[in-house]
């Protein structure tokens, strides 16, 4: 198994750019979330998903960020337009919904925002 | 709301010594589940450890351990033997149903 692939790696813009980050989850799992990791604030929830529908996004911070999962191998976080302050690592993680599913997490996409 | 509370931002140990990491959460729920991971400078996010909480027995994995104490919500890892390559940031974490809560991390040096 793969893992979860997250793409990419690192990722460079300017201030007011559309910014897209993708991930592939583990084949079967049918959680799928998004983290947002810095320094202030650790590791927040932006949003999660069951069976490619979006749950909880309480946690994405403006209408600047969009997440979609258009089916279960697949899913996308948009930022538009981007701002320095959303420079950040992102995760995309997945796991089973039920049982003792731990969460498996993708190498992370590092945003830079200038 | 479930919260997560790591209360040491950072903790050193030397090298073959044994330290523990604390944590602890805050719930309402009888049924649920607490990780640790580690995050070394690779940002790579690995799980060290798991406890289901039901299971009264304390987790073990080789030179990792918890002590998982319910009633005070309590959840620390010792790492026995500590080697160099055991410096990271450590993440608890809290599973209930399908939400999963983390500390703000413990960073790790291992002195030599």
């Known amino acids: 198994d793969a893992g979860v692939i997250q793409s990419p790696r690192h990722e460079v813009t300017e201030m007011g750019q559309e910014v897209t980050l993708r991930c592939k989850p583990i084949?079967?799992?049918?959680?799928l979330f998004w983290y947002r990791q810095t320094m202030m604030r650790g590791l927040e929830l932006l949003i999660y998903?069951?069976?490619?529908?979006?749950?909880?996004d309480s946690g994405m911070p403006e209408d600047r960020f969009s997440a979609k999962m258009p089916n279960a191998s697949f899913s996308t976080l948009k930022i538009q337009p981007s701002e320095p302050r959303d420079s950040a690592v992102y995760f995309c993680?997945?796991?089973?919904?039920?049982?003792?599913?731990?969460?498996?997490f993708g190498s992370g996409t590092q945003l830079s925002v200038l | 709301a479930q919260t997560v509370t790591q209360s040491q931002p950072e903790m050193s140990v030397q090298e073959a010594e044994t330290v523990t990491l604390s944590c602890t959460y805050d719930?309402?729920?009888?049924?649920?589940?607490l990780f640790w991971y580690k995050q070394p400078p690779s940002r790579q996010m690995i799980l060290v450890i798991r406890?289901?909480?039901?299971?009264?027995q304390n987790a073990t994995e080789n030179r990792f351990s918890v002590n998982f104490q319910k009633a005070a919500k309590s959840f620390s890892l010792k790492i026995s033997d500590s080697q160099l390559g055991d410096a990271a940031m450590y993440f608890c974490?809290?599973?209930?149903?399908?939400?999963?809560?983390f500390g703000t991390g413990t960073s790790l040096t291992v002195i030599p």
């Open positions: 993680a997945s796991s089973l919904r039920t049982g003792f599913g731990k969460l498996f």
């Open positions: 406890q289901e909480a039901y299971k009264q």
């Open positions: 974490a809290y599973r209930g149903g399908n939400q999963f809560y």
């Open positions: 998903f069951n069976n490619n529908v979006p749950i909880d």
């Open positions: 719930t309402s729920e009888s049924d649920y589940y």
């Open positions: 084949s079967g799992h049918n959680s």
